[in-house]
């Protein structure tokens, strides 16, 4: 008998995955048709994910199935599976960000960071000076110390979407899912962010699954970028072994490389192709 470890599970598994909204009625759309991806688990590491395609596609479905929202859950067809689990609903071991980032509007940055430690403080056992010193050092890292005590109405955009990346961060789960995170930011913060995130990378080994309309933001973030096709959406491309970006990496020292720029047109073009339906 071989002593090999049994292969873990993938972290996430889409099965024949379809979604039909409003079935039956004149309203009918489907959003997802046959949708099949595997995203293996790499003990230590976590794969990033990022997901291009036309609008409309169904990218944001797929994203919220996997962190199964009630407004999408559960698929019409088919099985999307979570570390071998079929996913029932929302849990703990998986966080999503935003494009719009909802903040409790009473509360300090100091206690949105806190808040997810402090609804779990019952089973994770961590005492109230340990929690605001996690919630503490994870402002450190997006850069926030100076702003623990100001109200998220006094931030930037840029600041109040490093606030979502720390409170979900600092609540470590397994899956990062993040729906066009840095859209409503302007092109310099939008960089900011980027480079931001690789260089807490390495200490999250999370897989994120990331949707973006930026095809150099998704070669710039990515291990792995699946297209999309027109609405029903499925993998029509997938571009599996995208060089990783060193921890901290200057965005814009990256977009000048000719390995990015290359990289960057031969996803463009593979992306207008699957737009013109071709
Ligand atoms: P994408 O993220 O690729 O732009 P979405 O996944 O948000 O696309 O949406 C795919 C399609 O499904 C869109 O036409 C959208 O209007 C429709 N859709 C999304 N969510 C719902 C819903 N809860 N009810 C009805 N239709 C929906």
């Known amino acids: 008998m071989s002593d090999a470890p049994a292969p873990l599970p993938p972290v996430v598994e889409f099965r024949g995955v379809s979604k039909v909204f409003n079935p039956g009625t004149p309203r009918a759309f489907q959003a997802l048709e046959g949708l099949s991806a595997v995203v293996e688990d790499v003990p230590g590491m976590g794969e990033f ?26 698929p019409s067809a088919g099985q999307v599976l979570v570390r071998g689990e079929v996913v029932r609903g929302p849990g703990k071991d998986r966080a999503m960000i935003f494009q719009k980032y909802s903040s409790f509007p009473q509360m300090t940055v100091l206690q949105n960071v806190r808040i997810g430690l402090d609804f779990n403080a019952g089973e994770s056992g961590l005492s109230a000076p340990r929690r605001t010193d996690m919630a ?15 109200y998220p109405h006094q931030l930037s955009g840029g600041q109040q979407q490093r606030v979502a990346i720390a409170r979900t961060l600092v609540l470590k789960p397994r899956i990062i899912l993040m729906d066009e995170p840095f859209s409503a930011l302007d092109e310099p913060t939008r960089m900011e962010m980027q480079q931001l995130i690789t260089a807490l990378w390495a200490e999250v080994e999370a897989t994120v699954v990331m949707v973006t309309h930026s095809i150099a933001e998704a070669v710039y973030l990515g291990d792995r970028i699946w297209i999309f096709s027109r609405a029903p959406g499925r993998i029509a491309k997938s571009f ?39």
């Not at 609008?55 to 962190?67: E, R, V, Y």
């Not at 200057?250 to 996803?267: C, M, N, Q, Y």
């Open 49 to 74: 994910v990022t997901i291009l395609g036309p609008s409309g596609c169904g990218k944001s479905t797929a994203l919220n199935l996997i962190a199964g929202f009630q407004e999408v859950h559960p």
């Open 240 to 278: 599996d072994r995208i060089p990783k970006t060193p921890s901290g990496a200057d965005p814009k020292a990256i977009l000048k490389s000719a390995g990015f720029r290359d990289l960057v047109e031969e996803i463009t073009t593979a992306f207008d192709a699957i737009q013109e339906g071709r």
């Open 136 to 150: 503490r050092e994870w402002l450190d890292k997006v850069g926030l110390r100076a702003h623990a005590d100001k």
